[in-house]
């Protein structure tokens, strides 16, 4: 079974306009970053050269509903 280790940084003021990143890696590779703002997530791929894919918390919240599997309550 795959390793899974979150690293993250927080910065040290008021979510605003610094975002939160979490550092995703799977048996110790790097599989990208999680940026998270007050306005949307940004997941950067450590193999995407750079490319960003955006989704705003609607969008986040919808794609969950959608694509997430329920658990608790």
Not at 10 to 26: C, H, M, Q, Y
Not at 41 to 54: E, L, M, Q, T
């Amino acid at each position: 079974m795959a390793k899974h280790d979150v690293k993250f940084e927080i910065p040290s003021a008021t979510l605003g306009n610094s975002d939160v990143v979490f550092e995703i890696r799977r048996n110790d590779k790097l599989l990208g970053k999680l940026e998270v703002s007050k306005g949307a997530i940004v997941w950067v791929r450590s193999h995407s050269k750079g490319a960003k894919f955006r989704l705003f918390w609607k969008d986040f919240d919808l794609l969950m509903e959608d694509r997430g599997e329920k658990v608790g309550v």
